[in-house]
């Protein structure tokens, strides 16, 4: 099965510091997203996207984020002031465009102080 | 909009007993039904699905069937083993949501040995 790496696994960050969070791609993988999980609540969809554009986003991914493909390879989530709500577990997903199916990453874990 | 709609947990059972979780959903269409795991310290990992009406999916001895008649995609296991302690999250993609995935809130499973 296809891996999704996530760099960093845990960051510990004041608040109002920028965060920006990695996710290495697997090759035939073009749809990319970002979910969030709040501790002990639901995993929820933050932004989709493909081709460097984003193609959907949620409510909660307001101004302060940001997704792009800086070197064409690395997918980064950044927040630009993060705010202690901010503090959950991102997880990256990628789509197999051949089978549609999701592969999540194994989370980076944001701890806002 | 789609919504996913999971029985709360914890669940604490003893192995070997049989496992229900139940899974309602909300949707437009024909949506694809999911069940992830995440097991504790990791990410989500796709358990199995079910893309339209009467399918089964399974894997790893879990089960769910696709009910369109009652919106359902309960998930059960035979014997359950302390391995399979985790954090069960029943999904959908709807046909009108093109990739995004939308999760249930979650049901932790506990299994004593």
Known sequence: ?113 | GDSVTQMEGPVTLSEEAFLTINCTYTATGYPSLFWYVQYPGEGLQLLLKATKADDKGSNKGFEATYRKETTSFHLEKGSVQVSDSAVYFCALIGSSSASKIIFGSGTRLSIRP
């Open chain 1, 1 to 113: 099965e296809p891996e999704v790496t996530q760099t960093p696994s845990h960051q510990v960050t004041q608040m109002g510091q920028e965060v920006i969070l990695r996710c290495v791609p697997i090759s035939n993988h073009l749809y990319f997203y970002w979910y969030r999980q709040i501790l002990g609540q639901k995993v929820e969809f933050l932004v989709s996207f493909y081709n460097n554009e984003i193609s959907e986003k949620s409510e909660i991914f307001d101004d302060q984020f940001s997704v792009e493909r800086p070197d064409g390879s690395n997918f980064t989530l950044k927040i630009r002031s993060t705010k202690l709500e901010d503090s959950a577990m991102y997880f990256c997903a990628m789509e197999d465009v051949n089978t549609g199916e999701l592969f999540f990453g194994e989370g980076s874990r944001l701890t806002v102080l």
